[in-house]
């Protein structure tokens, strides 16, 4: 029995909701998803915590223009580590601890370095707690499922078959390990649907976005773009 397991349960007892946002591919949009639902959640009202959990490239530092070397931008130490606040969200990241460098990590390690992070980390109350996961089923989602008891999966995809068949395969994980699934967000939807492949899990869809990268590190223009907009109407079903 490994004693940090308890200590990462009292840092989350006043977290309501933990929700991953996850999928089987890289690049389907899981960290767009993650840094948007974070600001709009936040300009809604509530209180949130973002977590980019991605091992392979943490990247909502960039899509959110946070510029993580700078003080004011850096987490505290004091009894454990106070995330920044930015834009009124609590922000966490693998970047603070791995920079630039790439950082190739074995299983062990990952689960290590997961572990630490949710020991030391101080989110204190939250009304909910976005991790953005790396791609796939990998150690990250494991051991994010053994160590976030109360976790709840949003699934990102696009329409592609070379998505969606890895989308299932991760859906049917979850369904074994008895986790909940929120539903399925179809991401860069460019003409057919594809809500019928997953019926009641199915979300919502939001349509490739030309004015996007036009807008990227810059939360207010972020907040204007149609990607945005198509995604608070899902939210609006989740919240
Ligand atoms: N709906 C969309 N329209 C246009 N570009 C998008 C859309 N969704 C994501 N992208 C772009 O695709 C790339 C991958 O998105 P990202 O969120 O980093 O994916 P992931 O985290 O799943 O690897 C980024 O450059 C992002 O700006
Ligand atoms: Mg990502």
């Known amino acids: ?18 929700i991953a946002v996850s999928g089987g591919k890289g690049g389907v949009g899981k960290s767009l998803t993650s840094s948007l639902m974070a600001l709009s959640l936040s300009g809604m009202g509530y209180k949130v915590g973002l977590l980019d959990l991605d091992f392979s490239g943490p990247s909502d530092h960039l899509i959110l223009g946070i510029k993580y070397t700078q003080p004011q931008f850096q987490p ?8 920044p ?9 693998l970047i603070y601890y791995a920079g630039e460098n790439p950082s190739p990590l074995r299983g062990a390690d990952i689960s290590n370095i997961i572990k630490e992070i949710l020991c030391i980390t101080r989110w204190e109350s939250l009304d909910v707690l976005i991790i953005d996961m790396p791609p796939g089923m990998g150690e990250a989602v494991l051991d994010s499922i053994r160590l976030f008891k109360r976790i709840e999966f ?9 998505s969606l068949g890895t989308v299932k395969k991760f859906i049917k994980l979850l369904e074994d390990f008895k986790i909940p699934l929120i539903g399925v967000i179809e991401n860069m939807k460019i003409s057919d649907s594809t809500k019928d492949e997953f019926e009641k899990d199915f979300l919502g869809s939001i349509k490739f976005d030309m004015d996007l990268e036009k807008a990227i590190g810059d939360p207010e223009k972020l907040m204007s773009t149609k990607f945005s907009m198509e995604l608070r109407k899902i939210l609006e079903k989740i919240f």
């Not at 505290?76 to 995330?83: N, S």
């Not at 009124?88 to 990241?93: D, E, T």
């Open 76 to 83: 505290k130490e004091d009894r454990g580590i106070t995330p």
């Open 1 to 18: 029995m490994d004693p940090r397991t308890s200590v990462i349960e009292e840092r989350l007892k006043n977290v309501k909701r933990i």
């Open 85 to 93: 606040e930015v834009y009124g969200i609590k922000f966490l990241s």
């Open 154 to 162: 949003l699934v990102v995809t696009t329409p592609s078959r070379v």
